[in-house]
Nanobody, 111 residues
Framework: VQLQASGGGLVQPGGSLRLSCTPS????????MAWYRQAPGKQRELVAA???????TYGDSVKGRFTISRDDAKNAVYLQLNSLKPEDTAVYYC??????WGQGTQVTVSS
C-alpha cells in the first residue's frame, strides 16, 4: 500500500491548511486511517484517526482545531488544520491500518 500525502506548506499563525492523502488501494479496505506528525527533536505523535465506522480520535493538542475526514468517492482522507500555531510545525504523515506510512508532508507555521 502506498500513501500519497500533499497539501503542506508555510502558513502564518492563525492560518489554515488542508492535507490530503490518497492511497494506492481502495480506501474502503483501509481501517483506520490516521495522521501522525513529528516535529524536530520530538517523538511522533497521533494527530487524528478515523475508523470506517466514522469514529474519530484526536490528539489533545489539536482537539477543536483539526478535523479528519474522508471521501470514499475520491478515495482520499483529509486533515483540515485551523487556528495553526508555531508548535504545529512538523512533518505530517498519512497512516493506514497503523502499519502503512506515507512519505510525509511538511507543515511550517511561522510569521
Amino acid at each position: 500500500v502506498q500513501l500519497q500525502a500533499s497539501g503542506g506548506g508555510l502558513v502564518q499563525p492563525g492560518g489554515s491548511l488542508r492535507l490530503s492523502c490518497t492511497p494506492s488501494v481502495s480506501i474502503l479496505s483501509l481501517n483506520p486511517m490516521a495522521w501522525y506528525r513529528q516535529a524536530p527533536g520530538k517523538q511522533r505523535e497521533l494527530v487524528a484517526a478515523l475508523t470506517s465506522g466514522g469514529t474519530t480520535t484526536y490528539g489533545d493538542s489539536v482537539k477543536g482545531r483539526f478535523t479528519i475526514s474522508r471521501d470514499d468517492a475520491k478515495n482520499a482522507v483529509y486533515l483540515q488544520l485551523n487556528s495553526l500555531k508555531p508548535e504545529d510545525t512538523a512533518v505530517y504523515y498519512c497512516v493506514a491500518r497503523l502499519m502503512y506510512w506515507g512519505q510525509g508532508t511538511q507543515v511550517t507555521v511561522s510569521s
